[in-house]
């Protein structure tokens, strides 16, 4: 063990290689082979030890991916701009700073005159101070000095920051939607994540999860009907400040993000032109696809230029000599094979974001589409649904309930969860609000009746307490009927010709000491001669109608 302990002094000492070979010298190779388990043992362990502080640097930055990672509540529009463009845009900027300073970026042919120090000098210098284009066929001589600054090459040098900033703007929309939306009471990121759970591949779990973000979703609705019920305004003086507080707020912050994300793609096209200083196209990368299926290479366009000038001044024993050299851009190469690529795929970005935005404003603005929506998914359902007889209750469901932000949300988890999902969360928002609508209607219109009862909003999320609110609702109607039947039997004692006109409905009577009432022949629907269980209007209310489906 000597020996190991000589090799831990030696690797502290950073001198390991060379002290080697003395220990075996001075020891003998034989007696040091035979510690040699040990003390292979001792140097692992050791460089294991120094490795640690390199891997939690590469941790390190790794987990910064997360920030240029995908996030759920997007559509695939989104994906493009926030995740493909941007990692796109990086990957780029890797690849041409890996040119640029791990080798050579520029090239000159300086006179035989110059040393090595002297060349090395003239490719910094003509790096660092541009260059510009004349074509091979034209006198250099001849050139002024401003025709010379203006078509000067001061673009190459930056295109890797260019590149970082340009991926910079495209997330930025992202951050906007993720900081906006994130102050709702709709936590969008959550419900997508949890309707797209792995697990809900279990019948048990997919059925917690969807009782989840129908409570979820039903108490962040109600909190916005409370607001505008009441007429509850928090910021008085700059009302902009309370579209937070409507039901309407996800969905405009998203079709900002729309916009963001349009005007974006734009002013980077715009920008594009102005960095390449391309002044011969206006549409450069139109231009250049034309060039290139012409057959006009870089030569006569002047586009990327792969050879380039450059002049700079040599002070020589008090004199100033002045030296034009030629240069080799081999970085432009990429440079415009990039920039094509990119301007199409910035001009198929703004296509498809323009549609992606008269979508969005489309289903914010017109009834039509959200309508059609939610019939869909309801006849697909195992609720027996008939869109014709159920359009006014469909209406209803999105005009009084939903909103605009409770279908934004449906519709994002349908994009991410499925149809199947989707159908199972509508049909349960749906059982939802016909179980609170007619405690809606009661709080809405006699809001100090207190003898129909007051329902908690939250227990309606299964078959049997629906049918529960169903038989109270039954109930009530019926007494309702019973006072009906009152009013009309002391009419009758005050007209008898009434009595004679109503002698067709079997009732009778029935005097005692009580005040008069009708008692019905063991038949309900006789208080109600003009419904029937086949007219239309049978069942007036909501929770009746969900009933009849339940059934």
């Known amino acids: 063990m000597n020996i190991c302990s000589s090799f831990l002094n030696i690797i502290k000492s950073q001198h390991l290689l060379a002290l080697l070979g003395i220990y075996a010298t001075d020891t003998g190779s034989h007696k040091l082979s035979s510690y040699t388990v040990e003390c292979r043992f001792v140097f692992d362990r050791y460089f294991r030890q120094r490795r640690k502080p ?14 240029i990672g995908d996030i759920d509540d997007w559509d695939f529009v989104d ?7 941007t990692n796109i845009l990086i990957a780029f900027s890797i690849l041409v700073s890996f040119k640029q300073f791990s080798g050579k970026p520029v090239e000159c042919l300086v006179p035989d005159i110059f040393s090595g120090s002297w060349e090395q000098y003239a490719e910094n210098y003509c790096w660092a101070q541009n260059t510009y284009y004349i074509p091979i066929r034209e006198v250099v001589a001849g050139v002024p000095t401003t025709e010379k600054k203006q078509r000067r090459i001061s673009y190459y040098q930056w295109v890797p920051f260019f590149l970082l900033v340009e991926a910079a703007c495209f997330r930025l ?3 906007v939607w993720k900081y906006m939306a994130g102050h709702s009471g709709i936590k969008l990121h959550e ?21 989840s973000l129908t409570l979820h979703l039903h108490g962040a609705l109600r909190f916005h009907r409370r607001l505008r019920k009441k007429q509850i305004h928090p910021h008085r003086y700059l009302k902009v400040f309370n579209i ?12 900002l993000t729309k916009l963001l994300y349009l005007a974006n793609a734009c002013v980077q096209l715009l920008i594009m ?15 250049a696809a034309l060039d290139l299926l012409n057959g006009t290479t870089w030569e006569q366009s002047g586009m990327f230029p792969r050879v380039s000038l450059c002049d700079f001044d040599v002070r020589v024993m008090g004199n100033i000599q002045e030296h034009t050299i030629q240069c080799v851009l081999v970085i432009n190469i990429f440079n415009e094979k990039i920039f094509i690529f990119l301007w199409f795929w910035y ?22 589409p959200n309508r059609n929506f939610v019939i869909r998914h309801l006849e697909m359902s195992d609720l027996p649904f008939g869109a014709q007889e159920s359009e006014e209750d469909v209406k209803r469901f999105i005009n009084m309930y939903l909103k605009n932000d409770g279908m934004f949300v449906v519709r994002m988890i349908t994009l991410h969860s499925g149809v199947i999902f989707g159908n199972e969360l509508i049909f349960a928002l749906w059982k939802s609000y016909f179980g609170i609508e007619p405690q809606m209607r009661r709080c809405s219109s006699f809001p100090a009746n207190k003898q129909l009862g007051d329902l908690d909003l939250t227990q309606f999320d299964n078959d049997s307490n629906l049918k529960l609110l169903q038989k109270k609702t039954v109930e009530k109607k019926s007494d309702r009927n019973a006072m009906v039947t009152v009013l009309d039997a002391t009419e009758s004692e005050r007209n008898p010709l009434l009595l004679t006109q109503k002698s067709t409905a079997p009732t009778q009577i029935i005097t005692n000491s009580s005040p ?4 019905n022949n063991e038949n309900p629907m006789i208080q109600r001669p003009a419904l029937s269980s086949h007219s239309p209007s049978a069942f007036n209310s909501p929770t009746e109608k969900a009933a009849k489906f339940m059934i």
């Open 273 to 287: 032109n102005k960095f390449l200083e391309t002044d011969r196209y206006n549409w450069y990368g139109l231009g």
């Open 173 to 175: 929309p992202s951050l």
């Open 347 to 368: 001009l198929a970005l703004i296509i498809f974001t323009a549609g992606s935005l008269m979508f969005w404003i489309a289903v914010c603005l017109v009834p039509y």
């Open 516 to 519: 008069k009432r009708l008692v």
């Open 79 to 85: 994906r493009l701009h926030s995740y493909f463009t």
């Open 54 to 67: 390199r891997k939690m640097v590469l941790t390190a930055v790794l987990s910064m991916i997360r920030y």
């Open 191 to 211: 419900i997508v994540k949890l309707s797209s759970d792995p697990n809900n591949i279990k019948p048990e779990i997919k059925k917690a999860n969807i009782k």
């Open 244 to 255: 937070p507080y409507t039901a309407s707020f996800v969905t405009y912050t998203y079709v």
